[in-house]
């Protein structure tokens, strides 16, 4: 089912969506061999999971600039430079090899993983705000690029070398680069005028509602897509190429329920489904924190493949109402938003390998992301003060309600 939109919206959208697949896949080529890494250069769990985490950071950081300058220029330009830096960010990747060079090559990646905040306010020009939620969340499969990466790098990797790897990806990320140039297209009207963060983080809660949300689901499952190799790894002893195809159906499946989350906050309301989703992934944390002191293949199968779910349908309802809220300003509220949901991702990986080098095991950061998810589906099941669920102008004035 396509979303209706103004003529070309459908072929933009798809366009569009292979481009942050693309710039996905760049940003998430070096979780799925920091294992082997990890191994070859004799890493502690918390040197991986920083060489992890820092692309993170990074593509956090950069979504609120490149959300601005997107509404100001729009998303074909900024897109366009994006694809062609993330093909030379990929080929980096490939030639380091020394512990400095990787985190050095994970910060440049990092600019990759920021291509969220562009192709949000493009695709958002293109429908009307009823068709918004499933428009942006059939965007927001490009996730399914870090899938790409978790089982085509190692593979590539193990049959050739680290540096064939970053020539392919570089190779293939720059060819579309050439297909988006000559083939993508700005929405047409009137553009809006350029918008000051100041005046969108002057919305209150309104915005920062949706931050939190976004923290724990879009972060929740960057830091699993990302971590699940290595945890994969040290738990069942799975080869790189193994775990990497597991994490892989994680990525795809909580791909393939974003814009079921999009679907139904259109249709319901976007607290509704958020409620559901993260009452689902603290059931889910709960799951993995039992299996953390002796894991057991298939449970631990079942939640991590419920939770991928949850996530996807809180990541595609969150990013429903971000234009409907914001839509004079719907790249800055995207870059801000976004940012929040790229530092979720950040964390989480760092608790993770300092829970496991000072305890053991992984117990706790399960814990930690029970309280939180649980946090969220109270504060998504409680409604707006002073506004009704997904409404807004995007004003400062409108979201506080006044």
Aim: charged content about 10%.
């Amino acid at each position: 089912m396509q979303p209706q939109g103004t003529p070309g919206a459908g072929r933009n959208l798809a366009l569009a969506t292979i481009a942050f697949a693309l710039c996905f896949s760049a940003w998430g080529m070096l979780a799925p061999i920091a294992p082997g890494l990890q191994d070859d250069l004799g890493l502690s769990n918390t040197q991986t999971a920083i060489m992890i985490s820092i692309p993170v950071i990074l593509g956090s950081l950069l979504r609120i600039p490149l959300g601005l300058i997107t509404d100001r220029i729009g998303g074909r330009v900024v897109f366009t430079g994006m694809l062609f830096y993330s093909a030379g960010a990929a080929v980096l990747v490939g030639f380091a090899s020394s512990y400095a060079a990787l985190l050095g090559a994970g910060f440049l990646l990092g600019a990759a993983g920021a291509s969220f905040a562009v192709g949000v306010p493009f695709v958002a020009q293109w429908y009307p705000p009823q068709r918004q939620g499933m428009a942006i969340g059939i965007y927001g499969m490009g996730n399914i690029g870090t899938a790409v990466a978790a089982f085509s790098v190692p593979a590539i990797r193990d049959a050739s070398s680290q540096v064939v790897a970053g020539l392919v990806f570089g190779a293939v990320i720059a060819a579309y680069g050439l297909i988006w140039l000559s083939m993508a297209r700005q929405a047409p009207g009137e553009k809006a005028p350029p918008t000051r963060y100041g005046e969108v983080l002057g919305a209150g809660w309104r915005l920062w509602r949706l931050a939190l949300f976004y923290f724990v689901s879009f972060g929740g499952f960057v830091a699993m897509a990302l971590f699940l190799p290595k945890l994969l790894k040290d738990w069942f002893g799975y080869s790189l190429t193994s775990a990497g195809l597991r994490a892989a159906g994680f990525t795809l499946l909580a791909t393939a329920f974003r814009p079921i989350g999009g679907m139904l906050a259109d249709r319901i309301g976007g607290e509704k489904v958020l409620t559901i989703a993260y009452f689902g992934v603290g059931i889910d944390a709960i799951g993995l924190a039992w299996q953390a002191s002796d894991p057991s293949i298939v449970p631990v199968t079942i939640v991590c493949l419920t939770m991928a779910s949850f996530l996807g349908l809180g990541s595609g309802a969150v990013f429903k109402m971000v234009p409907v809220d914001f839509p004079k300003a719907t790249g800055a509220a995207t870059g801000i938003v976004g940012a929040a949901g790229g530092l979720g991702g950040f964390f989480p990986p760092l608790v993770l390998g300092v829970v496991k080098d000072a305890t053991g095991e992984f117990t706790l950061a399960f814990v930690f992301l029970v309280a939180f998810a649980w946090l969220c589906a109270g504060l998504a099941a409680g409604g707006i003060p002073g506004g009704s669920p997904g409404a807004g102008s995007g004003t400062p004035e409108a979201a506080d309600g006044s």
